[in-house]
C-alpha cells in the first residue's frame, strides 16, 4: 500500500512553454503533499507544502507565480512548471504524507525529469 | 539555523559493514528518517527512529541518540545493489522534513 504516482515521468520542452507534473496517491489520501526538486548530485530541496483545498505554501526563494501548485482532491496535486526556463531543468519529486499512529511517513512518487532546451 | 551533516562518500566491500553517521541540529524534532535514493530514482524509505536506541530491520540498523543529536545507519552483508546515496531527515516541530545532503556509498566487489 501507499504508492504515489507521478505523471510524466521525463519531459523535454522549448524554452518559454509551461509544463505540468501531476502527483497522485493511488491507494491512500493525503491531506499534505510535498514538491522538491533534486538537482545532480545534490539532496532534495523543499520547493514547497500542498494541502488539500488551501493554497500552497512555498519554501523561501522559490516563485509562486512560476511554480504554480493546485491541490484539488486528496489524492491529487500538480505543479505546473510555467515559462520554463533551462534553469529549471531538473528532477522533481513530489511525496505524500500518511499519518501513522506514531509518526507522519511520506512516501514518494518516482520523479519527473523535466530537460528545457 | 538547522543543519543535518552527513558525510558526502563512503566506500566498502561486499559482504562487509558499513555506518553512515548523520549528526543534526534542528528546531524540534520529530523523527529522524534514512532514505535509500538510486541514481535517478526518488527516495524509499529505509528507518524512523524517534525514541532513543537501536531499530533493527534486516541488514539495515538505524541508532538515535536525542541527546546527542545523532544517528546512524548500519548496513550488514553488503551487496553490490546497495550502491546508491542514503539521505539522512529530520522531522522538525511544523512536521517538516530537513534533508542532509547525502551520503553516496561505493560498493567494491
Known amino acids: 500500500g501507499a504508492v504515489v504516482s507521478q505523471h510524466p515521468s521525463w519531459v523535454i520542452c522549448k524554452s518559454g512553454t509551461s509544463v505540468k507534473i501531476e502527483c497522485r496517491s493511488l491507494?491512500?489520501?493525503?491531506?499534505?503533499m510535498f514538491w522538491y526538486r533534486q538537482f545532480p548530485k545534490q539532496s532534495l530541496m523543499l520547493m514547497a507544502t500542498?494541502?488539500?483545498?488551501?493554497?500552497?505554501?512555498?519554501e523561501q526563494g522559490v516563485e509562486k507565480d512560476k511554480f504554480l501548485i493546485n491541490h484539488a482532491s486528496l489524492t491529487l496535486s500538480t505543479l505546473t512548471v510555467t515559462s520554463a526556463h533551462p534553469e529549471d531543468s531538473s528532477f522533481y519529486i513530489c511525496?505524500?504524507?500518511?499519518?501513522?499512529?506514531?509518526?507522519?511517513?511520506?512516501?514518494f512518487g518516482p520523479g519527473t525529469r523535466l530537460t528545457v532546451l | 539555523g538547522q543543519n543535518i551533516d552527513q558525510p558526502t562518500e563512503m566506500t566498502a566491500t561486499e559482504g562487509a559493514i558499513v555506518q553512515i553517521n548523520c549528526t543534526y541540529q534542528t528546531s524540534g524534532f520529530n523523527g529522524l528518517f534514512w532514505y535509500q535514493q538510486h541514481a535517478g530514482e526518488a527516495p524509499t524509505f529505509l528507518s524512523y527512529n524517534v525514541l532513543d536506541g537501536l531499530e533493527e530491520k534486516g541488514r539495515f540498523s538505524s541508532f538515535l541518540s536525542r541527546s546527542k543529536g545523532y544517528s546512524y545507519l548500519l548496513l550488514k552483508e553488503l551487496q553490490m545493489k546497495d550502491s546508491a546515496s542514503y539521505l539522512c531527515?529530520?522531522?522538525?516541530?511544523?512536521?517538516?522534513?530537513?534533508w542532509g545532503a547525502g551520503t553516496k556509498l561505493i560498493i567494491k566487489p
Open positions: 531527515a529530520v522531522m522538525d516541530s511544523n512536521y517538516q522534513l530537513i
Open positions: 511525496s505524500a504524507t500518511l499519518y501513522r499512529d506514531s509518526y507522519n511517513e511520506q512516501f
Open positions: 500542498s494541502n488539500e483545498g488551501s493554497k500552497a505554501t512555498y
Open positions: 491507494d491512500f489520501q493525503a491531506t499534505t
